[in-house]
Every structure is written in structure tokens, then in C-alpha cells.
């Protein structure tokens, strides 16, 4: 015995569903689970990862096809496609408070990760292990932000992690070939973002091997081609300049 399903309908299962309001409609896509925030920190790039089906519904858990009238006044369009990443971008993901709790205790341990991997103790210059990180993030009570980046929040954390306990992002290890006519005086603009100069050699040219924060990076780049003229080089000898051995808090 064959089942009627009228032609309007489409079934979904294991979908996230993104749902905006349009012209007082409402209107909703269907998603895999975990893809949208992806998507949407540009970490996706494929939409077929995303969509579950390139169609607009009214109601996706009951499987209600959006009008294409409908689809016109509100977007002013009736490509589907192009409405689902109007939608993905703007609309609001519908999750179950368990479903949040997840995701929100999952963006706690990637940032957590993520400043683990990118700082020492100074002192020391050992890394800190991520769970001695993600206590230290309960201790100052952080809380996630669901629309934030991890590696913005894990800046952040760094920030405020600083407040309370020894810790800075990992020194990156350059060295610098720069023409002995504009050595010298680069040099002395070079000096307010360098850390530590480890090495510094001049006879033809002006040689220096020096540990900066890796956020001067670009701005010291930038700064040797400029004043150079794309005659001055620049060499990343290591990103972390750590010591073996995981960093424990007594």
C-alpha cells in the first residue's frame, strides 16, 4: 500500500534548522549539525557541507515548503540558493538547551587549546597544559560567547589570564638581513617591537637574530620592506620559542 505525502513536503532528519522572519513570515533552512557556526567564522567554504537541501521551508520539522510568492516579497527573489545564505548569515540557529551546553563546553576547551598552544610561563618559558588552562579560565569565571571567534576569545583570555597568574604569548624567533645604508637607522624604529636581541652582526650588512610577540609581526614586515625597499630580509627561525616540558602550577 503505497503512503500519500503531499508534494509541498520534505523529510528531514538529525537537521539544525536557521530560521528568519521576513515580510512577518516566517521562513527556515535545513542544516548538518556543527557546520553553521563554521560556515559563519568562514572556516566552511563549501555550502553542500552546510545545507542538508537548498530549500526554503516554512516549517522544516514538518517538512512545509516555502511559496515561491512568498520567497519574492520577502527577498525579493526566488533563488533558493541565494535565499539559504541570506538566511545561514542572518537567521537565528535553533538549538535545544542541551544541544547550547555542548557546544558552549566545546568552545571552552578549543580556547583553552588554542592559549595553551600559543603561551608559556615566562619565566620559565615552559606551556601550560590545556587542562591547567581551562581551570585557570573557571577560576576567573570567563564566559563564552557563541557568536565570538575561539581565536578572538582565546586573545582575550590571554588578556585576563595575565591579571592573575604568569603568562604571555610564546616569542617567535626572527632574523633580519637588512642593507647597511638604512641598517642603522631601521634598527632604531625596529627596537620598540623587538623583545630580546639574541644576535647582531654588521659588516656588509646588518644582521640581527631577535625574539618579538608574534603580533608585531606584520607591522615589523612591513617595516622592512618599506624602508628597504624589498632589499631587506626577513626569516621566521621558530614560531614558539619554548622550553621541553609542560609547565605546572604549584
Known amino acids: 500500500m503505497s503512503i ?4 509541498n513536503q520534505i523529510r528531514l532528519t538529525n537537521v539544525a534548522v536557521v530560521r528568519a522572519r521576513r515580510g512577518g513570515k516566517r521562513f527556515e533552512i535545513a ?22 537541501t537548498h530549500t526554503v521551508f516554512v516549517n522544516v520539522s514538518k517538512g512545509q ?15 533558493q540558493t541565494e535565499i539559504c545564505k541570506m538566511i545561514l548569515l ?5 538549538v535545544s538547551d542541551k544541544e547550547r551546553h555542548t557546544q558552549l563546553e566545546q568552545m571552552f576547551r578549543d580556547i ?21 588552562i581551562e581551570r585557570a579560565m573557571k577560576d576567573i569565571h570567563y564566559s563564552v560567547k557563541p557568536h565570538k571567534s575561539t581565536k578572538q576569545q582565546a586573545l582575550e583570555v590571554i588578556r585576563q589570564l595575565k591579571e592573575t597568574m604568569q603568562i604571555e604569548r610564546a616569542h617567535m624567533r626572527l632574523r633580519f638581513i ?14 620598540p617591537l623587538i623583545k630580546v636581541i639574541e644576535n647582531e652582526d654588521f659588516h656588509e650588512q646588518l644582521e640581527i637574530v631577535c625574539l618579538i610577540d608574534p603580533g ?10 618599506s624602508e628597504t625597499k624589498g632589499k631587506g630580509t626577513l626569516e621566521v627561525l621558530s614560531l614558539k620559542d619554548v622550553e621541553e616540558g609542560d609547565e605546572k602550577l604549584e
Not at 515548503?65 to 533563488?79: H, I, M, R, S, W
Not at 542572518?90 to 535553533?94: A, D, P, T, V
Not at 608559556?120 to 606551556?127: A, C, F
Not at 608585531?216 to 620592506?225: A, P, Q, S, T, V
Open 31 to 52: 542544516c548538518y549539525r556543527n557546520k553553521v557556526m563554521g560556515w559563519r567564522s568562514g572556516a566552511e567554504k563549501d555550502l553542500d557541507e552546510v545545507l542538508q
Open 65 to 79: 515548503v516555502a511559496k515561491k510568492e512568498d520567497l519574492v516579497q520577502a527577498f525579493g527573489t526566488d533563488d
Open 90 to 94: 542572518k537567521g537565528e540557529l535553533q
Open 112 to 132: 583553552a587549546t588554542i592559549v595553551a598552544d600559543k603561551c608559556v610561563n615566562p619565566e620559565t618559558k615552559r606551556p601550560y597544559t590545556v587542562i591547567l
Open 216 to 225: 608585531c609581526f606584520r607591522e615589523i614586515d612591513e617595516l622592512i620592506r
Open 4 to 7: 500519500f505525502t503531499p508534494t
Open 178 to 191: 637588512l642593507p647597511a645604508k638604512e641598517g642603522k637607522k631601521l634598527k632604531e624604529k625596529l627596537k
